[in-house]
């Protein structure tokens, strides 16, 4: 069983969104609607096995040298197996593509993004994201996820 990472298509989004709903319900990822996931397509990456959509993430750029990765998941059953680190490694070949130097993250899941070569940071040292989505997030004043960045070298 190999995965095999993609841009995501159009075709993806009932996928897409059934994934981020399971993640969403779990109050462990912002949900996304339909009608954003379609307008949105072209940011967001995908991992298929036999030809079934079993994971996906996406990059939000927040300035001139950050991006965020955003709605990476993994569905049941296929947890553990690297799918994970192959979406990541792809989320940052394409934040090189665009030459940002930085990607961060908002996570629960540390140790993955630190076995990723991300570094626990703080949330203020990112202003963008907190006036971008932070100030209509229900968890604001009690966020618990923590702050993760990468710098990109060559």
């Known amino acids: 069983m190999t995965a095999v990472c993609r841009k995501a298509s159009p075709e993806d989004v009932d996928s897409l969104y059934l994934m981020i709903k399971g993640y969403a319900e779990r109050g462990i990822m912002l949900p996304r609607s339909r009608d954003v996931l379609e307008r949105q397509i072209d940011l967001f990456v995908v991992a298929e096995v036999d030809g079934n959509v079993v994971?996906?993430?996406s990059?939000?750029?927040?300035?001139n040298d950050l991006v965020e990765v955003r709605s990476l998941g993994i569905s049941?059953?296929?947890?553990?197996?690297?799918?994970g680190s192959l979406l990541l490694d792809k989320l940052v070949e394409e934040a090189r593509e665009l030459q940002i130097p930085k990607?961060?993250?908002?996570?629960?899941?540390?140790?993955?993004?630190?076995?990723?070569?991300?570094?626990?940071?703080?949330?203020?040292?990112?202003?963008?994201k907190v006036?971008?989505?932070?100030?209509?997030?229900?968890?604001?004043?009690?966020?618990d996820e923590i702050a993760v960045l990468k710098i990109l070298s060559e």
């Open 55 to 57: 994971g996906c993430g």
């Open 76 to 83: 049941e059953g296929h947890k553990g197996q690297g799918i």
């Open 103 to 128: 990607i961060m993250a908002l996570t629960y899941e540390v140790s993955f993004f630190e076995k990723n070569g991300f570094v626990i940071v703080s949330k203020e040292i990112f202003p963008e």
């Open 59 to 63: 990059l939000c750029q927040l300035g």
């Open 131 to 143: 006036w971008t989505d932070c100030v209509h997030c229900s968890k604001q004043s009690c966020c």
